[in-house]
């Protein structure tokens, strides 16, 4: 059942911190500062990542790429209906991470069936035991979520987002004790998200809006288009996500005092350019809601302040989705969405 929440949605994301602990227990250990993933003790890997995922799973790709990068693997990530071996460089060496919660989406599993079928190495990082993707790829990692009724995913979102970063270390073979320690230390960040979320009254403020943006730079690029996806599956209401430096090649354009823009500022190493594009919008009047752990720096440009805690450059958009999350459910309640199950949308997309 729901646990006393009025929707699964809303359940799923209290559930976040326990599954985030399921996640990374028995993978890392706080006294070496290491990562041990079993299911991938013989995956050897020595060329480029490519990410096939579709939606929500194709956002915590983009997260888990940047990672990979940051770590020296050379790492791309495709929509999976735009995956085409016959025109992309891909050789036996090449590792193909199909992102999926369920591990049945039609255009994931034709692209790792691609995959398979010119010699490369599969890897599905699913929520699903025995998911269709676990079983046709060479190895799987699983996030151990646990089920997710609510058709748009939260803690499923989360929880790829940790296993990539855990996957980024057992790749490149690199970790720390700052690392492992900052991975230990995001339940209970997020548990204090959640307990003092005032993403409510935000969603209040801005009911009835002409679109919503959202904007990040970095790690937080990807949870700005998360942001945006959540938000316009469950309140029907128009909004986009896009890298914060891309916002003056257009999408600036669309910018009133009707249209208010979130800014993910959180752990955002280039936070004086994010800056910059935050007070392009304000010039054109738009609401500025700031989702920040430097609230003291950014607050003054802000009409809000959704402040997450300090979690390191990598992690702190972790914490920042959880608030837009929020936001979004908020939004939806208040217009009377039918926010479990979204119009038009399924749980599993098994067709292309
Ligand atoms: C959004 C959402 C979808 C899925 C997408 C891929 O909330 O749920 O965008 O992320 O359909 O699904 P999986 O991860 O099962 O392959």
Redesign the pocket.
């Known amino acids: 059942g729901k646990s006393g929440y009025d929707h699964y949605m809303l359940k799923e994301i209290h559930e976040q911190p326990t599954a985030i602990r399921k996640c990374l227990r028995e993978r890392v250990n706080e006294l070496e500062g290491t990562v041990t993933v079993e299911e991938l003790a013989d995956l050897e890997c020595d060329g480029p990542v490519q990410f096939v995922a ?4 194709y956002h915590a790709a983009l997260y888990g790429a940047k990672m990979l990068q940051e770590r020296g693997i050379p790492a791309q990530c495709f929509l999976a209906s735009e995956y085409d071996v016959g025109k992309i460089p891909i050789t036996e060496e090449t590792l193909v991470v199909g992102v ?3 591990g049945e ?1 039609a255009d ?1 599993m034709s692209a790792l069936r691609a995959a398979n079928r010119v010699g490369a190495t599969t890897l599905a990082l699913t929520n699903v035991v025995g998911s269709s993707a676990a079983r046709e790829c060479d190895h799987v990692m699983y996030i151990r979520a646990g089920p997710e009724i609510g ?3 939260t803690k499923t979102f989360a929880s790829q987002q940790v296993a990539l970063a855990m996957l980024s270390s057992v790749l490149s073979e690199e970790s720390s004790m700052e690392f492992v320690k900052r991975l230990r230390d995001l339940p209970d960040q997020i548990q204090k998200v959640l307990d003092e979320a005032n993403a409510r009254e935000v969603a209040e403020e801005y009911d009835g809006s002409d679109a919503y943006f959202f904007i990040g730079r970095g790690y937080n690029a990807p949870v700005a288009l998360e942001g945006a ?2 938000m316009k ?1 469950i309140s029907y209401e128009h909004a986009e996500g896009f890298a914060a430096g891309e916002l003056k090649h257009g999408p600036l354009a669309l910018v009133t005092d009707q249209t208010p823009v979130f800014a993910m500022l959180a752990g955002d190493s280039n936070l004086s350019k994010t800056l910059g594009n935050v007070k392009e919008v304000e010039a054109r009047d738009a609401p500025v809601v700031a989702v920040t752990d430097s609230p003291e720096e950014v607050g003054q440009f802000a009409d809000h302040v959704l402040e997450v805690p300090d979690a390191g450059p990598r992690f702190t958009p972790i914490l920042a989705n959880i608030q837009l999350q929020l936001v979004s459910y908020w939004v939806a309640n208040q217009m009377g969405r039918s926010i479990d199950k979204p119009r038009n949308l399924a749980k ?2 098994t067709v292309e």
């Not at 579709?54 to 799973?57: A, H, I, K, L, Q």
């Open positions: 579709c939606g929500t799973s999926t919660q369920s989406t994931t058709v748009a995913a996806l959540k599956e599993s997309v």
